[in-house]
């Protein structure tokens, strides 16, 4: 029979009783789906994927280049050009134009694809029951009929008819827009009940804030809710971030001010007596050549790229903010468990009645020896750490691997190596779970015995003991401790269970280091940046493993709710501070940070959610990438900026200096807009692929409040503009003293202009080393031939030469352009040394 899902129009899920629903969806609310069954309905009906966002078409965003007040003003320069006669002319500035929409465009539309792919990065991972067992799937493998488990920190993968729950609370705002979790239950509901109290329902892309609950897929992918709401909204991806914001006001207040000038010149030149229409171009060119508009453009690409390399290393930036931030991080609170730590458990000791017993094996093997060798009260001891437990060991390939949480799978392992199996455990009735805040876990079973494991504190408070130095001494070795202990006829509460149980034992399980998180924290030190330890486990165990890494600030059994205080705390005290979390709880701190970080594989999806960085392997070495990455963004985007602004006032200065001095202009406007045209994306965006220096994380971070243009830089991008004018002015005029025609003249002036741009351009590979020890960037060096090649095109192709009023040259005047750039770099290079030396550096 042909799977169909329920018209929702003729009576919604939640207005049908749960057995109408699984029999609508051909399922069995205990077992789900079998795999075969499954695998058709994934097949007929698709992937639980929202169908890709559908942006402005191409026409309309390549129509938006040219949505630019300065093109505007050029295109009507252009016309008037034309009307007066200069048709060549025109037709220049108007192929110019086109031209540079492309370009924009082609540039625009990489940068957004780069981001977009980081979406489908950080997938949604579910639980599913699938043949009566429960297991982690992509949430895009979801069909109708589907069984769903839920747990805090879930995101919902598909709608789901709710068909248990306990404590469940949902976070609905991505679709009602309600901030306050609603509590779900899966009674029947009328037929007319809206959307947002539909207490029996579970949405797709909604968030589990607490308890826990089980629901059948009645939809997915388009057929969900929020899919009729993507389907409504076609978002578009902001690529904005603060520095372009910043970059993009600094370039509306640069054009005011040329536009200004460039006024000011046509009725300068005019009073002179020169014709009116040929001010308008000179004006004109002399705007389009002083005002970087690709400027915020190519900061957007610069960040993309760096975001690309980010993710490559592990780290995906969900905000692309982020990336600037981490240039500036000046300190890094981190878990321990897991990102430090491999969290890869394995008991090494188990205490029970003052008698240590020695566990031999390591991994998740279940083969090993106790020494002395276990005793009825050991493997008491362990029976209880096995029931209270919700993980097991799997064989494959000949490895064991955990499957659930890594220190509930080390009790799985030991008690197997106690000879202890599952069938041991009498059946569980009731659970009460583990929280970081809760900090112990406890199961009642049919014999009515309950366990409970958990912080050795919490469970001798339980115990109504005191302080143990047994357990105290294990945690001292830097071992994870837990308390194992037994209550009978109690009630499963914390309350209930206070001054009832009977303290079983000590277990202590070893969880090496990351080898690579050693040295990724000596190298964030190195960066001055300090890193702190923030972790829930107990202060010893803490502070032996933060002497592994040389962490010297080490906060121990923190609350989550308590890290969003400590992060308050230090961005009081100025500090840039990046905070790693994965439960629901760390979900505040983490949006508090100015860089939250989540884990990509431990992590829950709210916490997901609220990050700025999710890292796919949630391990410290990739913060330390994406810092050191983010820093090398920074760099660029300053080269790039260092680079583009003199060339661009230089251009505009050119013909701003030949009007008022009432001389004859050395490069034609067409010939800046030429100049302007080419270098812009052949030279200046190769600097976005430039590698990162090896020193980045040998600096300081950078303050904040650091402009992007130092007073140092400033005077470069001054001294610079000079340089390029003087160049093309005297090239021009030795030109004409030495008998050359205008065109020669011009075209000689053209050339050292841009022969000037390209060292200038290597002086830019560091901004204040003489030679850049950065490896070679294969782009600068195609895009330096790219612009030689346009160049020889534009000397001596006839058919340029009459569009761009250039004439050929002989060998000499190369000489000139060569001596001149050779020339410029030097005085670059001379000018870095004296900075260096005042600097002392
Ligand atoms: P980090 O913040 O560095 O990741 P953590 O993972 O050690 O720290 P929690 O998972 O909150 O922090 O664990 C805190 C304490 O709770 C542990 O020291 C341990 O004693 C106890 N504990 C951890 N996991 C469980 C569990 N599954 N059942 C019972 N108790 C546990």
Redesign the pocket.
Do not use: Q, W, Y
């Given at each position: 029979m042909p799977v169909t899902t329920v018209d929702r129009d003729d009576v919604g899920h939640h207005g049908l009783p749960v057995p109408d629903v699984v029999l609508l969806t051909e399922t069995d609310s205990d077992t789900g789906l079998s795999t075969e069954r499954w695998r058709q309905r994934l097949a007929e009906l698709g992937p639980n994927e929202l169908p890709p966002r559908r942006g402005q078409s191409w026409v309309v965003r390549l129509l938006l280049q040219l949505h630019h007040p300065l093109i505007y003003v050029l295109l009507a320069a252009a016309t008037i050009t034309a009307v007066l006669g200069e048709v060549v002319d025109a037709s220049v500035v108007f192929a110019v134009v086109v031209v540079n929409a492309i370009i924009g465009f082609v540039q625009e539309a990489r940068a957004e694809r780069a981001l977009d792919a980081l979406v489908a990065m950080v997938r949604t991972e579910v639980t599913v029951v699938r043949d009566g067992v429960p297991m982690r799937v992509p949430s895009a493998e979801l069909v109708p009929g589907d069984v769903v488990l839920l747990d805090a920190g879930d995101q919902v993968g598909a709608d789901l008819r709710l068909v248990g729950a306990r404590e469940l609370r949902v976070d609905e705002s991505a679709l009602t827009g309600e901030s306050v979790p609603v509590t779900k239950d899966p009674l029947v509901l009328p037929p007319e009940t809206a959307l947002a109290d539909r207490t029996n329902m579970a949405y797709s892309g909604t968030l589990v804030t607490s308890g826990s609950g089980r629901g059948v897929v009645v939809a997915t992918g388009a057929e969900t809710e929020i899919g009729r709401v993507h389907r409504l909204v076609s978002t578009t991806a902001t690529v904005q971030t603060p520095l372009t914001r910043k970059l993009a006001h600094f370039s509306q207040v640069l054009t005011v001010v040329i536009l200004g000038l460039a006024a000011f010149s046509v009725v300068v030149g005019v009073l002179r007596g020169e014709p009116f229409a040929e001010m308008v171009t000179a004006a004109v060119a002399l705007a389009v050549g002083a005002i970087p508009e690709g400027l915020p453009a190519a900061v957007t690409v610069t960040l993309a790229i760096g975001v690309a390399r980010m993710a490559r290393r592990n780290a995906i930036i969900r905000r692309l903010p982020a990336v600037e931030t981490l240039g500036s991080t000046t300190v890094i609170c981190t878990?321990?468990?897991?990102?430090l730590t491999a969290n890869a458990m394995t008991v090494n000791a188990v205490v029970v009645g003052g008698v240590r017993y020695d566990v031999s094996g390591i991994g998740y093997a279940p083969t090993g020896t106790f020494t002395p060798s276990a005793n009825a009260a050991v493997r008491d001891c362990l029976l209880a750490g096995l029931a209270?437990n919700d993980a097991r060991i799997v064989e494959d390939d000949g490895r064991w691997q955990p499957v659930g949480?890594p220190?509930?799978a080390a009790l799985v392992v030991a008690a197997r190596k106690a000879g202890l199996s599952a069938e041991d455990v009498p059946e569980r009735v009731d659970v009460l779970p583990?929280s970081?805040e809760r900090?112990?876990?406890a199961t009642r079973h049919a014999n009515d015995v309950i366990y409970v494991?958990?912080?050795?504190e919490r469970v001798l408070d339980l115990a109504g003991l005191g302080h143990s130095a047994e357990a105290e001494e294990l945690a001292a070795a830097g071992l994870?401790?837990?308390a194992i202990g037994r209550a009978a006829g109690a009630e499963l509460t914390e309350e209930g269970l206070r001054g009832t149980v009977e303290l079983l034992g000590f277990v202590a399980m070893h969880d090496p280091a990351r080898p690579e998180a050693i040295e990724a924290v000596h190298a964030c030190q190195a960066a001055g940046i300090e890193v702190k330890?923030?972790?829930?486990?107990?202060p010893a165990?803490?502070r032996v493993i933060a002497a592994e890494f040389g962490i010297s600030d080490v906060h121990a059994?923190?609350a989550p709710e308590e890290k969003l205080r400590l992060v308050t705390q230090f961005q009081a005290d100025g500090q840039v501070v990046a905070m790693t979390g994965?439960g629901v709880n760390d979900a505040p701190a983490l949006r508090r940070a100015d860089i939250g970080v989540a884990m990509g594989r431990g992590g829950t999806e709210v916490a997901k959610q609220a990050a700025d960085m999710v890292l796919t392997d949630d391990n410290f070495a990739s913060i330390r990438a994406a810092v050191e990455e983010g820093r090398a963004v920074f760099d660029n985007l300053r080269k790039f900026i260092i680079w583009t602004l003199p060339t661009n006032m230089a251009e505009g200065l050119v013909i701003l200096t030949a009007i008022l001095l009432g001389a004859a202009l050395p490069i034609l406007p067409v010939q800046i807009l030429w100049i302007n045209m080419t270098t812009a994306v052949a030279l200046g965006l190769t600097l976005a692929f430039e590698p990162r220096e090896p020193d980045v994380m040998r600096r300081p971070p950078l303050p904040p409040s650091l402009p992007l243009l130092t007073r140092t830089l400033v005077g470069r991008i001054l001294f610079v503009s000079a340089i390029l004018l003087a160049c093309s002015f005297w090239a021009f005029r030795w030109q004409l003293s030495a008998g050359a025609s205008l065109e020669v003249a011009r075209t000689v002036a053209v050339n050292v202009f841009v022969g000037a741009q390209i060292s200038y351009l290597a002086n830019c590979r560091s901004l204040v080393r003489i030679r850049p020890r950065t490896g070679p960037n294969r782009w600068l060096l195609v895009g330096v031939a790219l612009t030689i090649g346009l160049q020889l095109l534009l000397t001596y192709v006839p058919f340029m030469n009459s569009l761009f009023h250039t004439a050929p040259l002989g060998w000499q005047p190369w000489l000139v352009v060569f001596g001149l750039s050779a020339v410029s770099y030097v005085l670059v290079e001379l000018d870095k040394w004296r900075h260096r030396l005042l600097r002392g550096s």
């Open positions: 878990d321990k468990t897991g990102t209270c949480d220190t509930e583990f970081s900090l112990f876990m494991k958990g912080a050795v994870r401790v837990l330890m923030i972790t829930g486990d107990h165990t803490a059994r923190v994965d």
